[in-house]
Protein backbone atom coordinates (compact mmCIF):
# COMPACT_ATOMS: atom_id res chain seq x y z
CA UNK A 1 0.00 0.00 0.00
CA UNK A 2 1.28 4.06 -0.95
CA UNK A 3 2.36 5.42 2.11
CA UNK A 4 1.38 8.88 2.43
CA UNK A 5 2.56 12.07 4.90
CA UNK A 6 0.55 13.52 7.93
CA UNK A 7 -0.02 16.09 5.99
CA UNK A 8 -1.69 13.92 3.01
CA UNK A 9 -3.90 12.12 5.38
CA UNK A 10 -4.99 15.72 7.21
CA UNK A 11 -6.36 16.72 3.32
CA UNK A 12 -7.63 13.35 2.98
CA UNK A 13 -10.14 13.79 6.21
CA UNK A 14 -10.62 16.85 6.67
CA UNK A 15 -13.91 17.97 7.74
CA UNK A 16 -14.55 20.69 4.35
CA UNK A 17 -13.43 17.94 2.08
CA UNK A 18 -16.24 15.85 1.68
CA UNK A 19 -14.85 13.05 -0.80
CA UNK A 20 -11.48 12.80 1.76
CA UNK A 21 -13.04 10.14 4.05
CA UNK A 22 -14.42 8.09 1.03
CA UNK A 23 -11.20 8.35 -0.68
CA UNK A 24 -9.97 7.17 2.07
CA UNK A 25 -12.24 4.35 2.77
CA UNK A 26 -11.31 3.02 -0.72
CA UNK A 27 -7.71 3.04 -0.81
CA UNK A 28 -8.26 0.99 2.75
CA UNK A 29 -10.99 -1.48 0.60
CA UNK A 30 -8.36 -1.73 -2.02
CA UNK A 31 -5.80 -2.91 0.11
CA UNK A 32 -7.79 -5.34 1.83
CA UNK A 33 -8.78 -6.76 -1.75
CA UNK A 34 -5.00 -6.78 -3.02
CA UNK A 35 -4.30 -8.71 0.49
CA UNK A 36 -6.64 -10.81 0.10
CA UNK A 37 -5.76 -12.09 -4.14
CA UNK A 38 -2.58 -12.66 -2.69
CA UNK A 39 -3.67 -14.75 0.20
CA UNK A 40 -5.77 -16.69 -2.64
CA UNK A 41 -2.57 -16.96 -5.05
CA UNK A 42 -1.10 -18.45 -2.17
CA UNK A 43 -3.91 -21.16 -2.58
CA UNK A 44 -3.20 -20.78 -6.50
CA UNK A 45 0.33 -22.22 -5.86
CA UNK A 46 -0.57 -24.76 -3.31
CA UNK A 47 -2.82 -26.40 -5.66
CA UNK A 48 -0.53 -25.96 -8.52
CA UNK A 49 2.45 -28.10 -6.03
CA UNK A 50 -0.05 -30.48 -5.22
CA UNK A 51 -1.13 -30.48 -9.16
CA UNK A 52 -4.53 -30.38 -8.15
CA UNK A 53 -5.06 -27.31 -10.64
CA UNK A 54 -3.34 -24.17 -12.28
CA UNK A 55 -4.92 -21.11 -11.46
CA UNK A 56 -4.36 -17.90 -12.23
CA UNK A 57 -5.15 -14.38 -11.49
CA UNK A 58 -6.96 -13.03 -14.23
CA UNK A 59 -5.86 -9.07 -15.16
CA UNK A 60 -7.79 -6.22 -16.55
CA UNK A 61 -7.53 -5.90 -20.36
CA UNK A 62 -6.41 -2.52 -20.55
CA UNK A 63 -4.21 -0.46 -22.89
CA UNK A 64 -1.46 2.62 -21.55
CA UNK A 65 -2.03 6.05 -22.96
CA UNK A 66 0.57 8.20 -21.56
CA UNK A 67 3.68 6.80 -19.88
CA UNK A 68 6.05 9.43 -17.64
CA UNK A 69 9.09 7.96 -15.91
CA UNK A 70 7.69 5.15 -13.94
CA UNK A 71 3.97 6.27 -13.79
CA UNK A 72 1.62 5.76 -16.70
CA UNK A 73 -2.08 6.41 -17.67
CA UNK A 74 -4.28 3.74 -19.32
CA UNK A 75 -8.18 3.08 -19.97
CA UNK A 76 -9.45 0.03 -20.00
CA UNK A 77 -10.25 -1.79 -23.04
CA UNK A 78 -12.90 -4.59 -22.43
CA UNK A 79 -15.33 -5.99 -19.77
CA UNK A 80 -13.21 -7.29 -16.83
CA UNK A 81 -13.93 -11.06 -16.26
CA UNK A 82 -13.58 -12.96 -12.95
CA UNK A 83 -10.60 -12.42 -10.82
CA UNK A 84 -9.30 -16.01 -11.43
CA UNK A 85 -8.96 -18.59 -14.24
CA UNK A 86 -7.56 -21.82 -15.09
CA UNK A 87 -8.05 -25.50 -15.54
CA UNK A 88 -8.39 -28.49 -12.54
CA UNK A 89 -6.79 -31.78 -13.35
CA UNK A 90 -8.71 -33.73 -15.62
CA UNK A 91 -9.39 -30.83 -18.24
CA UNK A 92 -12.23 -29.36 -16.47
CA UNK A 93 -12.24 -24.93 -16.28
CA UNK A 94 -12.49 -23.36 -13.03
CA UNK A 95 -13.28 -19.31 -12.51
CA UNK A 96 -13.89 -17.30 -9.96
CA UNK A 97 -14.40 -13.90 -8.42
CA UNK A 98 -12.32 -13.00 -5.11
CA UNK A 99 -14.34 -10.09 -2.59
CA UNK A 100 -13.78 -9.15 0.52
CA UNK A 101 -15.22 -6.89 3.58
CA UNK A 102 -13.93 -5.80 6.94
CA UNK A 103 -17.97 -5.44 7.76
CA UNK A 104 -20.07 -8.28 9.21
CA UNK A 105 -21.85 -8.95 6.06
CA UNK A 106 -21.07 -8.86 2.34
CA UNK A 107 -22.98 -7.50 -0.23
CA UNK A 108 -24.30 -9.24 -3.26
CA UNK A 109 -23.91 -6.31 -5.37
CA UNK A 110 -19.89 -6.71 -4.51
CA UNK A 111 -19.58 -9.15 -7.41
CA UNK A 112 -20.88 -6.52 -10.68
CA UNK A 113 -23.62 -7.66 -13.12
CA UNK A 114 -20.88 -8.03 -15.73
CA UNK A 115 -19.30 -9.85 -13.37
CA UNK A 116 -21.89 -12.19 -12.47
CA UNK A 117 -22.75 -12.42 -16.73
CA UNK A 118 -19.18 -14.14 -17.03
CA UNK A 119 -19.28 -16.36 -14.05
CA UNK A 120 -23.13 -17.58 -15.06
CA UNK A 121 -21.42 -18.14 -18.95
CA UNK A 122 -18.47 -19.92 -17.21
CA UNK A 123 -20.80 -22.46 -15.44
CA UNK A 124 -23.21 -22.43 -18.30
CA UNK A 125 -20.08 -24.01 -20.23
CA UNK A 126 -19.15 -26.96 -17.43
CA UNK A 127 -16.82 -24.54 -15.33
CA UNK A 128 -16.28 -24.86 -11.53
CA UNK A 129 -17.75 -21.14 -10.64
CA UNK A 130 -17.52 -19.93 -7.07
CA UNK A 131 -17.40 -16.36 -4.96
CA UNK A 132 -14.12 -16.79 -3.12
CA UNK A 133 -15.63 -14.15 -0.19
CA UNK A 134 -13.61 -12.80 2.94
CA UNK A 135 -15.70 -11.65 5.72
CA UNK A 136 -13.29 -10.06 8.50
CA UNK A 137 -11.23 -12.77 9.55
CA UNK A 138 -12.78 -15.62 7.66
CA UNK A 139 -12.44 -17.13 4.28
CA UNK A 140 -15.54 -19.03 2.29
CA UNK A 141 -15.97 -20.30 -1.52
CA UNK A 142 -19.49 -19.96 -2.04
CA UNK A 143 -20.76 -21.99 -5.00
CA UNK A 144 -22.23 -19.57 -8.16
CA UNK A 145 -25.53 -21.33 -7.83
CA UNK A 146 -25.70 -19.90 -4.17
CA UNK A 147 -24.42 -16.39 -4.80
CA UNK A 148 -26.84 -15.66 -7.84
CA UNK A 149 -29.69 -17.35 -6.12
CA UNK A 150 -29.32 -15.83 -2.44
CA UNK A 151 -32.17 -13.68 -2.54
CA UNK A 152 -33.93 -17.05 -3.14
CA UNK A 153 -32.36 -19.10 -0.82
CA UNK A 154 -31.64 -16.52 2.13
CA UNK A 155 -34.52 -14.02 1.65
CA UNK A 156 -31.87 -10.91 1.22
CA UNK A 157 -29.29 -9.68 -0.99
CA UNK A 158 -26.31 -10.21 1.43
CA UNK A 159 -24.47 -12.49 3.37
CA UNK A 160 -23.41 -13.22 7.25
CA UNK A 161 -21.09 -16.24 8.14
CA UNK A 162 -23.51 -17.54 10.08
CA UNK A 163 -25.20 -17.88 6.26
CA UNK A 164 -22.36 -19.19 4.52
CA UNK A 165 -20.43 -21.52 7.75
CA UNK A 166 -21.03 -24.57 5.55
CA UNK A 167 -18.73 -23.01 2.75
CA UNK A 168 -15.84 -21.80 5.34
CA UNK A 169 -12.51 -23.06 3.22
CA UNK A 170 -9.00 -23.70 5.15
CA UNK A 171 -6.38 -21.48 6.31
CA UNK A 172 -2.95 -22.39 6.94
CA UNK A 173 -1.13 -19.48 5.38
CA UNK A 174 -2.57 -19.58 1.85
CA UNK A 175 -6.66 -19.66 1.46
CA UNK A 176 -7.53 -23.63 0.40
CA UNK A 177 -10.31 -21.89 -1.59
CA UNK A 178 -11.00 -25.55 -2.76
CA UNK A 179 -11.11 -27.41 0.48
CA UNK A 180 -13.99 -27.04 2.64
CA UNK A 181 -13.15 -26.54 6.98
CA UNK A 182 -15.45 -30.17 7.23
CA UNK A 183 -12.66 -32.00 4.89
CA UNK A 184 -15.52 -31.92 1.83
CA UNK A 185 -14.08 -30.62 -1.56
CA UNK A 186 -15.78 -27.86 -3.36
CA UNK A 187 -18.47 -29.08 -5.92
CA UNK A 188 -16.86 -30.23 -9.50
CA UNK A 189 -13.18 -30.88 -7.81
Known sequence: MERMTAEQFRE????????????????VSSARGRAFEGL??????????KEVAIINKVNEPYIVTKKTGNKFSGRFTG?????????????????????????????????TDTQMEWLREQKDFGAVTFVAVNIQDKFYSVPFDVWDGMKNIYGKKFLMPEDIAGYEVKYDGAVRFLEYEDGTRVEGV
Not at 12 to 27: P, S, V
Not at 40 to 49: A, E, F, H
Open 12 to 27: LTNENNNNGEQILRNK
Open 40 to 49: LMRGCNYYRQ
Open 79 to 111: RAEPDFKGVLYGGRAIAFEAKSTQKSRIQRNAV
